[in-house]
């Protein structure tokens, strides 16, 4: 079993900052990606930023410049630091991985989701 445990969200002014943080634990052979993707109310989910064990980071146009990931393979953790944030950008957030477990003689890898963080950016 694997899970993910995020953190962070809340209300926030327009211009403001949060940071997510998100942790994975349990039977974890290898981190392959964390990431964050969110979705607002009416739209469909949306990858916002992802990461890889090697450190190469994804964005999408619209938080580019302003929001950073970063994360700790040995901590297994990701985190969004979220800056000028926009009212555009009220959504639940998700954190998501992509992780190698155990499976079997051999291992297996699959997609993880958190429970996600609501935030909210008031104009």
């Known amino acids: 079993q694997v899970h993910l445990v995020e953190s962070g969200g809340g209300l926030v002014q327009a211009g403001g900052s949060l940071r997510l943080s998100c942790a994975a634990s349990?039977?974890?052979?290898?981190?392959?990606?964390m990431g964050w993707s969110r979705q607002a109310p009416g739209k469909q989910r949306e990858l916002v930023a992802e990461?890889?064990?090697?450190?190469?980071?994804t964005y999408a146009d619209s938080v580019k410049g302003r929001f950073t990931i970063s994360s700790d393979n040995a901590e297994k953790t990701v985190d969004l630091q979220m800056n000028s944030l926009k009212p555009e950008d009220t959504a639940v957030y998700y954190c998501?991985?992509?992780?190698?477990?155990?499976?079997?003689?051999?291992?297996?890898?699959?997609?993880?989701w958190g429970q996600g963080t609501q935030v909210t950016v008031s104009s």
């Open positions: 998501n991985a992509r992780i190698t477990i155990s499976q079997g003689m051999g291992y297996e890898v699959r997609d993880y």
């Open positions: 349990g039977s974890i052979v290898s981190i392959v990606s």
């Open positions: 990461v890889t064990s090697g450190g190469t980071t």
